[in-house]
């Protein structure tokens, strides 16, 4: 009557071998009444009533075609025996299809051929006969599925294997349960108390009071928890590899910046396309940047008007309004922007840096698939005296190569900040294509040198998102499973952690 019985025991008997479906279905549901009985065994079990060792037993029975070969003999041997004695003589195939069956003719023949029991007639055409010699056959196929029927198996393994092959015998297996009464063996299954209560102490009742046993095997419920975003799993690889090779992250807690520091600071003119409403979320409230470093500011207003360090400039009026409206970060480099002026503030002057940052950035962009408003950007400087586009390069190679990512090809890009600029490649073996993989450059002498960077000091960069290569390494298609209210909970708990390559 327990309700983990949910199996019942097949009624009725085993059923006759033809019906190879039903013995299969047989077998099937009394494995799992099987199951269902040991589950009960175990619970009796742990209630100490019973003590039980399992013994299982593999037997087999002869399929249909393994029953009416045991009972006719073999197709060879119903062959060779449908064959006249005298060797010479023989017997037509259409004679023998009428006397065996045109499937007993088609599987004896092959077999009796390779037995070497039966030949083509050397003379009539289409004619069967016995070979010469062969006075007496021994029909071991029929001998073995007799045995089969009768033991349940046989002594020869090879042999147990091949009639299996051949579906002619099935195999069972049949479980038993060896059961002894256990020390509190009763007739009755009595109520197991789970809790010790303050009222069976009151009452005393604990005394007579029958306790479930623990189960220190079972696997607990797990435990609630936090789970690390997919992006973030990745953002934490992506950290040590930046500290591996000597970085410090830079603080990047300001969603929203001046166009100073997003843009001008950058050598961005004041008119550039991204500028506008179309790319970038401007902030309305506050009105205006609370403050910029009024000399740098000049220094910066000047190379954006009349040039200098070697440049010509923009030659517009730089707008001092425009350079304090308040956007939401377009690009992380507003971040290096700033850090770089704080390098070349420092007291005791300039001294070579290595800096990375993953954050959030905003875009003013159509969503799709792949593009949402908001995305993390992954961005690294190196400042030092001396830098050149082979350290670039050669950066890039090294940086890459951690997240197994090798084979890079380079292709000039355009960024008002940096000069040359490098888009970067690599080749994606599923999309067999060659795909872009992240921006870079050498900054500008008119973005550095504003801030007081000493003459000789080179800085690279380059920047890449965190999306692509989190989708990438999660088999993500849609940005909108990573991030977003369509994000499944489940999934973000069970995403295996990140490691590069
Ligand atoms: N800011 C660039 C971008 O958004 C990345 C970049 C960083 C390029 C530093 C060059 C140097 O794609």
Known sequence: DDTRALWTKPSGGEPAGEDEKAVEEYFRSRANWQL?????????????????????????VPSGEGRSIAKLGSQEARLWSALPADSEQGKSADDLKTALGADTLKIGQGKAFAKKWVRKHPSQPNFLARVPGVDAITDETANDLKQVQEKGTLSDNAKITELRKRKLIIQRKLVYF??????????????????????????????????????FN?????????????????????????????FTEMPTNRFVESEFWCFDSLFVPQQHAARDVQDTFFVKDPPRAKAIPEDY?????????????????YRYPFSRQVTERLVLRTHTTAVSSAMLYAIAQQPGGFKPAKLFSIDRVFRNEAVDATHLAEFHQVEGVVADYNITLGDLIGFMQIFFSKMGVTDLRFKPAYNPYTEPSLEIFSYHKGLKKWVEIGNSGMFRPEMLRPMGLPEGVNVLGWGLSLERPTMIRYGINNIRELVGHKVSIEGVERAAAVRFP
């Open 36 to 60: 269902a009985l040991q589950g009960v065994l175990n619970s009796l079990t742990s209630r100490e009533m019973i003590t039980y060792k399992v013994q299982d037993e593999i037997s087999f």
């Open 178 to 215: 060896s059961i002894a009464k256990g020390p509190k063996f009763s007739l009755k299954v009595e109520k197991l108390e789970t809790d010790l209560t303050v009222e069976m102490l009151q009452s005393g009742s604990w005394k007579s009071a029958a306790f479930k046993q623990y189960n």
């Open 218 to 246: 079972a696997e607990g419920a797990p435990p609630t928890s936090g789970a690390l975003h997919p992006l973030l799993k990745v953002r934490e690889e992506f950290r040590n590899i930046f500290f591996e090779m000597g």
């Open 297 to 313: 500011l000049a220094r910066v207003a000047e190379v954006h008007e009349k040039g200098g360090y070697g440049s010509t400039g």
